[in-house]
Nanobody, 116 residues
């Protein structure tokens, strides 16, 4: 069992930046593929970015160039740097840890609101 705790969300003005963090419990973090997903009100949850255990990254096409995912295996933490934020980035952001269907975990989410 892996527990994921997101932090770093909040209210930011358009054009601003935020860095989300997701801290994972346990000693197997380095083996997990990690991801960030988001869900806006009235919409389905969508992929933001993923990073494999080996460090390969993948991004939603619409977010490339503004968002950066990274991980620190020594700290059991995955990050999401978000720049040039737009009102349409407003959502609850969720962290995911995945090895296989039996080992797939979600955090509780952190709210990001982009508004002036």
């Amino acid at each position: 069992q892996v527990q994921l705790v997101e932090s770093g969300g909040g209210l930011v003005q358009p054009g601003g930046s935020l860095r989300l963090s997701c801290a994972a419990s346990g000693s197997l973090f380095r083996f997990y593929d990690m991801g960030w997903y988001r869900q806006a009100p009235g919409k389905a949850r969508e992929l933001v970015a993923t990073i494999t255990s080996g460090g390969s990254t993948n991004y939603a096409d619409s977010l490339k160039g503004r968002f950066t995912i990274s991980r620190d295996n020594a700290k059991n933490t995955v990050y999401l740097q978000m720049n040039v934020l737009k009102p349409e980035d407003t959502a609850v952001y969720y962290c995911n840890a995945h090895i296989d269907d039996r080992n797939d975990y979600w955090g509780q989410g952190t709210q990001v609101t982009v508004s002036s």
